[in-house]
């Protein structure tokens, strides 16, 4: 059980998760089936977790069935589904040893209603503000342990009270298993691992395996192992359900002193709805929509609540749950509803069945989940945000001494290090060719770098010319006493010191707070990433060579210095991108700058019109756009591919003037743009249109309708085909006009192209003239031709 909420894809406003749409019986026949899918998942889950904490396995299914109709219909994540949670799994453990279960349900009414309080004074997003760090350490330390305690079950014996306990009766463990339940356990977990792969098995065998994993794979597990129980006639521990018994699973007040008590409240308030709001925004994520998060806090304290008082385990968001609710098509709040009415039906319909289950059966399915929970993508992602430390405490504390104390030492090790960090810097002495000194700081100068700031101010010698360069970052009072006191000796004594303080941008305040550019080699006077912006002041050199030479200096110079730990990162760990952006060759087309990335974020394939070949077509097919697609999809598993065209397309021109048509042996480029006449087809029966303006001319319109047109020749290659049928990837149009700047996405429901709108944050540059959009786009456009004479290609 993971949660993943760091991914963002391309900012549009279109998904394929998009609202729901006009006719109200597709959005029931979807949610129907995704009810039916998420209840099929829930059912082994929740008997799973009940069994790990000791609870009445009934109590996992109560809790399953008031989760998904309770949160469904007062949350305020529509496709979220909440149950019972694995995070909560050793908390609840540790309650029901120490108070009792009765006790148990009753602080699981407490934490509701101290859950329902928070939201009602919108707090919710308060929660957010803990450390990914100690949230995905508690997750993976939690996973473990439940992992380890749940070994034992598979082993054919009974868990300790504790991760340390079961860490150590382990090996007597291994030494004399039961035999009968180690096999089942051993079938549901390769049964769990296999079931997804079934579709890659060879020729018919591979098809009807990708029916087959439709099944959810938990069901399928726990289906197989009691199957073969059944046939082998094991002697294993079965699941008991005890009769429903409302007055005997009703809750009681906890024993004990009341600080032990409120401190289990507040732990399973804050663990519960931490995990929930993740998991709300993580889902937002997914399907693009806005939920409300103190509505659902206060949807999942008022689910808390109703648990506690019919016997059931505390509840939280599940991203297991709300993943496949989401990837089975669930359109509303109802498929979450439903999926809670399935799951109470057949807690009281088909105790029969669910009592031949094995007991290990159900551990394997658990101990699977809970190592599932140590996510090797989270533990990457910390250690590239220098937070592998807090992650580790976290983990072990949990591990060792409780999820409360794990997470407390988790808290503590992120303000150390983030103390650290405010007192880390270091000064560097450079001394140049004339004999000049350089002192170079770095990082934030407090009172705790001033003895080594001291150190090294005394060590440069009386008679030489010394510049002082802050980097710009924080400066308290006992560092500038130091260096201001300095200075004025050394001054004093007629010796010659500048004090500046260069930005990252590369200009240089001097004390008098004059700005005037850096330093740069080369002809111009731009800085990095600027000479776009002025191209003019280097027109004037003749040698293209010389000039991109220039270029490389600038950026050796100022920009490397900057992103060089990131892309030795890149080159420790390779490239994960997370989107295909397909785009044209054309020297405008700046992808960096459009859609803000940075390295290691796109794996941008660019050619002439922004063309994907369809397979077997005579005379115009290219395998090397079909052979970075299939790299793109399979090797780096990019979860979404853009294709994007532009205004003033050269390509599209030429299309139009039928180059590709002219009589006599074609040219390459008349050859590769055959690749364009679906495109053409296509304006003749179904043009694309924008959704807020008409099209400037035709060309314009073919530009847009070929972003249609190579979206749906891309769902012609068999690997695009099986993730996107697989819920796996997206598929997204754009267009980008350079008179205006703006972005338009495609909505493929609509079919028409919107503009992607500023965040209400951005500042956008005024229009300094009286023009409309529309005359811009008409007067400023940069003219696609090379001459009058006729279409050249621009891209």
């Not at 800085?527 to 950026?555: K, M, Y």
């Not at 599209?652 to 390459?668: I, Q, S, Y």
């Not at 695009?720 to 006009?737: A, I, P, Q, S, W």
Request: net charge neutral.
């Amino acid at each position: 059980m993971t949660l993943d909420i760091s991914s963002a894809p391309i900012a549009s406003d279109t998904t394929d998760h998009a609202p729901p749409g006009p006719n109200p019986r597709v959005r029931w026949a979807q949610d129907l089936s995704a009810s039916l899918v998420v209840f099929l998942i829930a059912v082994p889950f929740s008997l799973g977790i009940a069994l790990a904490t000791g609870a009445p396995l009934t109590a996992g299914l109560a809790a399953a069935a008031v989760g998904g109709i309770v949160v469904g219909l007062f949350g305020g994540t529509p496709l979220q589904v909440s149950g019972p949670s694995a995070a909560l799994t050793v908390i609840t453990a540790g309650l029901i040893a120490q108070h009792g279960w009765q006790a148990t349900c009753a602080v699981t009414v407490a934490a509701g209603l101290l859950q329902l309080l928070l939201g009602v004074r919108r707090v919710a997003r308060t929660a957010l503000a803990v450390s990914p760090a100690i949230v995905h350490g508690m997750l993976a330390g939690v996973g473990l342990t439940i992992a380890i305690a749940q070994l034992h079950v598979v082993l054919g014996g009974s868990p300790q009270s504790s991760a340390l306990a079961n860490l150590l009766a382990l090996p007597g463990q291994l030494a004399g298993p039961h035999p009968p339940a180690l096999l089942a356990g051993a079938v549901t977990v390769a049964v769990l691992l296999g079931w997804p792969r079934l579709d890659r098995l060879p020729g018919r065998a591979g098809e009807f395996g990708a029916r087959l994993a439709k099944v959810p794979g938990p069901l399928a597990a726990v289906a197989v192992a009691t199957s073969l129980a059944l046939a082998l006639d094991l002697r294993l521990a079965h699941i008991e359900l005890p009769a429903w018994q409302p007055h005997s699973l009703a809750p009681a007040l906890p024993h004990g002193p009341l600080t032990g008590v409120l401190a289990a409240v507040l732990t399973v308030t804050a663990v519960a709805s931490v995990e929930s709001l993740l998991s709300a925004v993580a889902v937002d994520r997914m399907t693009k929509r806005t939920g409300d998060l103190d509505r659902e806090l206060r949807g999942q304290g008022l689910a808390n609540m109703v648990s506690g008082l019919v016997g059931g385990l505390p509840i939280a968001g599940g991203a297991v749950r709300s993943t496949a609710n989401v990837r089975a098509g669930g359109q509303t709040k109802w498929a979450s509803v439903l999926h809670g009415v399935w799951v109470l039906a057949a807690a009281l319909a088909l105790t029969g069945g669910l009592r031949r289950i094995p007991l290990s059966a159900l551990a394997a399915l658990v101990l699977v989940v809970g190592l599932q929970m140590v996510s090797f993508a989270h533990i990457r992602k910390v250690h590239r945000h220098r937070e592998f430390p807090v992650y580790l405490i976290t983990l072990l504390g949990v591990v060792a001494f409780g999820v409360l104390w794990g997470v407390g030492l988790g808290a503590g090790t992120a303000v150390l290090l983030a103390l650290y960090r405010l007192t880390r810097a270091h000064v560097d002495v450079e001394t140049g060719p004339d004999g000049s000194v350089t002192v170079q700081t770095h990082g934030p100068l407090t009172f705790t770098a001033v003895p080594g700031l001291s150190r090294a101010l005394a060590s440069i010698p009386a008679d030489v010319e010394v510049t002082v360069v802050h980097d710009g970052s924080f400066l308290d009072h006992a560092a500038y006493e130091t260096l201001h006191n300095w200075r004025t000796g050394r001054q004093a004594a007629g010796g010659r010191v500048s004090m500046v303080t260069r930005r990252q941008d590369d200009e240089v305040l001097d004390p008098d707070g004059t700005v005037h550019a850096g330093s740069s080699p080369g002809p111009h006077r731009c800085r990095a990433w600027t000479p776009w912006v002025g191209h003019h002041c280097i027109e004037q050199q003749e040698d293209p060579h010389g000039r991109l030479l220039d270029g490389v200096r600038v950026f050796q110079q100022h920009t490397a210095p900057l992103i060089r730990p990131e892309l030795a990162r890149l080159a420790r760990e390779g490239q994960t991108p997370s989107q295909l952006f397909l785009t044209c060759a054309d020297s405008r087309m700046v992808t960096s700058m459009i859609t803000n990335s940075g390295p290691g974020d796109l794996f941008t394939v660019r050619n002439v019109g922004n063309l994907v070949p369809a397979p077997f077509e005579p005379g115009a097919a290219d395998d090397s756009v079909a052979a970075a697609v299939q790299y793109a999809v399979e090797a780096l598993e990019v979860r979404s591919i853009t294709v994007c065209g532009h205004s003033g397309c050269g390509a599209m021109k030429a299309l139009l003037d039928g180059v590709h048509e002219h009589p006599g042996p074609p040219t390459p480029l008349a050859r590769w743009l055959r690749n364009g006449r679906g495109s053409l087809d296509r304006l003749r029966r179904a043009p694309a249109e924008f959704a807020d303006r008409p099209v400037m001319d035709l060309a314009e319109q073919l530009c847009i309708t070929n972003v249609v047109q190579q979206l749906d020749q891309l769902m012609a290659n068999p690997a695009v085909e099986r993730r996107v049928e697989d819920g796996t990837l997206r598929l997204v149009g754009m267009y980008f006009d350079f008179a205006t700047a703006q972005a338009y996405v495609l909505d493929r429901a609509a079919g028409t192209f919107s503009p992607v709108e500023a965040r209400a944050d951005s500042h956008t540059a005024p229009r300094t003239d009286g023009d409309t959009a529309e005359q811009v786009r008409k007067d400023d456009r940069v003219p696609a031709t090379g001459s009058e004479e006729g279409p050249q290609l621009a891209a």
